[in-house]
């Protein structure tokens, strides 16, 4: 299992670091313009050509980070 860890940039954004120390995506939340007051957040890995990730439950995005990480198809 990967270790990851985040360090936030903005109120907005947040960067991923690998194990290494090396930032190797971000995270940006959004505002949902479909339910007012609500947010989603985008999971962005560098050089990944699946493309970003929406997740809609902040307590999901270490998970999904994690998942995406370990199945990065060119690293």
């Known amino acids: 299992m990967s270790r990851i860890t985040f360090k936030r940039v903005t109120p907005q ?5 690998d194990a290494d ?5 971000e ?3 959004q505002p949902d313009i479909l339910n007012p007051g609500k947010h989603y957040y985008v999971i962005a ?3 990944d050509p ?3 990730v ?6 999901r995005i ?3 980070a994690r998942r995406l990480v370990e199945t990065h198809p060119l690293w």
Do not use: A, M, P, Q
């Open 54 to 59: 929406r997740v809609f439950d902040r307590s």
């Open 13 to 17: 954004e947040s960067r991923i670091y």
């Open 45 to 47: 890995l560098d050089e």
């Open 27 to 29: 995270v940006h939340r």
């Open 21 to 25: 120390g090396d930032c190797v995506g």
């Open 50 to 52: 699946r493309g970003w």
């Open 62 to 64: 270490r998970d999904v």
